[in-house]
C-alpha cells in the first residue's frame, strides 16, 4: 500500500516512480475526493461536537424547568446530518481503500523503467559447461535414471505435477537440507507455517485484489465473504510476512531473520511450451523462503545479505548461473527492486530464475499494519520487508542433472548434497 501522505505531498514524483512500471496515472480525481472527504471527516466531528454539547445541557434545562422541545428537534435534526455524513464518509473511505490496493509499489529510483527487455545482467558466476558428447535433457535424464515419474505425476494430478522417486526423492530431499541447514548456521529461525491461508494473507503480501485468480482457493472466489475464504500459498513469503501482521514490535526485535520450507502451489503455470517440459514449470514444487522484518535504513542492507545468500547457496552447488537486475515492469507488484539467481539449463539455451530477491519496503508493512517502535520514541512508524528465495528446487534439480551429467547418462552429484545421499558420488541410469 502507498502512503497517502507521499501521494498528497510527492504527486509528481509518484507518478514518475509508476510511469516506469508502464503506468500512466493520473492523481486530480483521487486527491479532489481526498480532499472532500477530509473536509467530511472535519465537519462531521464538528456536527459530533455540537450533539454532545446540547446532550449535556438538555438534562438542566428540564431540571430547571425550561421547555426543550426546539433543542430535542435540534438534536434529531444534527443526529440525520450526522448520519448521513457518515454513510457518505464510509463510502468514500472505501472507494480510498479500494484505489489504494490496487496500486503497485513504487520502484527504487536506481530502478531502469521497462519490461524484461530492460533487465541488467549483473554478475555471473562459473562458465557454461563444455560437453564432448551429445547433451541429454533433463526430462530424459531424470526417467533413465529413475529418479523422476512424470506418468503417473500426471496421472495422479494432470499436467503440471510429477512423482519423486528412489533416488530422486533422496536427491530433492538433500537439496532441501542443504538449504535449511545453511540458513540455520546464519542465524535465521525456521518456521513451519499452515499451507492454507486465510484472505488477509494474500492482502497484506500484495497478491490481492488484483491477482486473486492466480491461487488455488479452497472454497469459493472470495465475494461478500472473503473474510472466511481460504487459499493454498503461492509462496511462503505469504504466509512469513502475515506473521507479525496488526503487530508493534520494539526496535530491540529487528532485525527478524526467518525461513520457511513449504510446497508452493500455483494455478497458473504458463504454456507449457515444448522447451519448457519437465520441471520448469508446475503447479506444485518445493521452496525454502527467507524473509526479514528490518528498520527502514537497514532494508538495503538486509536485501544485498538476501542477495548473497542465495548466490552462496547455487555457487555452492557448482552450478553456472547468473544475477540479473529486474526492471521495474518486471518486478512484482509489491516490489521496489528485485534480483533474480537465474541457473542455466543448457537443453534450453537458456537462464531460469531459482530465487528472487526483494525489497518491499513499506508497501506490505502498511497493508499488514506492520510497525515498529523506536527505543525510547512513543511514536509507531512502518518497518521494511524483504524476501528471496532460498531456493526453489524444480529448476535446481533440472541444472544439477543437465549441468552435471556424463557421457553415459550418468549424473555426478554436487558434493555439498553427498552427505544426505549415503556417500554417493554418481547417480547411474537404471538397468
Sequence with gaps: MLDIQKIRKETDQVVRGLAKRGLKIDFTDFLAKDEKRRQLISDTEALKAKRNKTSAEIPKLKKAGQDVSEVLKEMKTLSDEIKEADEVLAALNEEQAEYLAGLPNIPAEDVVAGGKENNQVIKVVGKKPDFDFEPRHHVDLAEQLGLIDYARGAKLGGNGYWIYTGLGAQLEWALLNYFIETHIKDGYKMMLVPHSLNYACGFAA???????????????????????????????????VNLHRDEILAESELPKKYFAYTPCYRKEAGSYRAE??????GHQFNKVEMFQYTRPEDSEAAF???????????????????????AAGDCSASMGRTN???????????????SSASNAYDYQARRGNIRFRRDGGKRNEFLHTLNASGLATSRIFPAILEQNQLADGSVLIPEVLRKWMGGMEIIKPVK
Design 276 to 281: 519448457e517440459r519437465g520441471m520448469i514449470r
Design 304 to 326: 544485498q545479505e538476501l542477495v548473497d545468500k542465495a548466490i552462496a547457496l547455487v555457487e555452492g552447488l557448482g552450478l553456472h548461473f547468473q544475477v540479473s537486475k529486474l
Design 206 to 240: 500484495g497478491q490481492f485484489p488484483k491477482f486473486a485468480d492466480d491461487v488455488y482457493w479452497l472454497d469459493t472466489l472470495p465475494g461478500d465473504d472473503r473474510d472466511n475464504s481460504h487459499f493454498l500459498l503461492p509462496t511462503a513469503e505469504t504466509a512469513l
Design 340 to 354: 533474480d539467481i537465474e541457473v542455466w539449463i543448457p537443453s534450453m539455451n537458456d537462464y531460469k530464475e531459482v
